[in-house]
């Protein structure tokens, strides 16, 4: 890792090149306000709703949060062939969300190279994701398990699904599919459109950032405030750098960790749920 001193001054703060303007004709603004209610409705506004009704659900059983348990993966179906399905189609379901929200900045002009999306994946892409992984991933996992320790989260149970030859596929393709949708839309799609209404980037980064952590309050303390913090730096480096496939190598290389890597280790330790 490179000395700090390396570091441009004054990364942190955002900066705007070749972002869309602001949209001053009320019309058009009140069209992104209604687009925007449309979207996160049927896609990550409405997995916040039902999370926070989750989470009020298990405050009130009588059992605290660290004896409940939640799986992010379970079989859908008895039938093997019909799960595996199933399966790809929530990964599909996934990319689908972030399709939305890539054809609508499409279809309102506005190039996908502006919101970081280029054609082309660099090789500091990779490097800087894999970075900002381990900048996430370690701590996260730190604060999980002194959160469930200490009986805030609930324990997250990442598969629940049986041992089979499809199922690192499919975990493999439901990180992906997390990683696409969430990162483009709470931060490419949702940061841009609200640079449109002319929010300021410090407001806008805020709210990408408690919805990335609303949808996880499912999960507890930690799986709120871990995505929270998350969001305030996976939307300060777009803001900064206005690349978007960092923020998804890095949310996938998380995602896969947790996903498979859970299944291969769980067995073998006992500090784990």
């Not at 190279?113 to 900048?135: H, T």
């Not at 398990?145 to 493999?172: K, M, Y």
């Not at 799986?223 to 978007?244: A, D, S, Y």
């Amino acid at each position: 890792m490179g000395k700090m001193s390396a570091l441009p001054r004054g990364w942190l703060r955002p900066s705007r090149p070749g972002t869309p303007a602001a949209v001053e004709d009320p019309r058009e603004r009140r069209a992104i306000k209604l687009e925007l209610i449309i979207v996160f409705t049927v896609t990550l506004g409405y997995s916040a709703a039902f999370s926070l009704l989750s989470f009020v659900e298990s405050l009130l059983r009588e059992a605290r949060l660290a004896d409940q348990q939640v799986a992010l993966h379970r079989p859908q179906a008895s039938i093997e062939a019909i799960d595996l399905l199933k399966q790809l189609l929530g990964a599909l379901k996934l990319i689908g969300f972030a399709a939305l929200g890539v054809y609508l900045l499409w279809r309102a002009g506005i190039a996908l190279g502006k919101v970081g999306l280029s054609r082309r994946v660099r090789g500091k892409d990779i490097g800087a994701g894999a970075l900002l992984a381990a900048v996430i991933g370690i701590p996260g996992l730190v604060l999980y398990l002194i959160s469930w320790q200490l009986g805030f989260s609930l324990a997250v149970v990442p598969s629940l699904l049986e041992e089979s030859w499809w199922r690192p596929i499919t975990l493999t393709l439901s990180a992906i599919g997390n990683a696409v949708a969430e990162e483009v839309l709470i931060v490419g799609y949702l940061l841009t459109r609200l640079r449109q209404l002319g929010i300021g980037e410090n407001a806008s980064l805020l709210v990408s950032s408690v919805l990335r952590g609303s949808y996880h309050l499912y999960q507890g303390a930690a799986g709120f405030f871990g995505n929270l913090v998350m969001g305030l730096i996976f939307g300060r480096v777009w803001q900064r750098t206005h690349r978007l496939w960092p923020l998804i190598i890095a949310h996938a290389l998380l995602d896969v960790v947790a996903f498979v890597g859970y299944s291969l280790v769980s067995p073998l330790v006992s500090w784990l749920p």
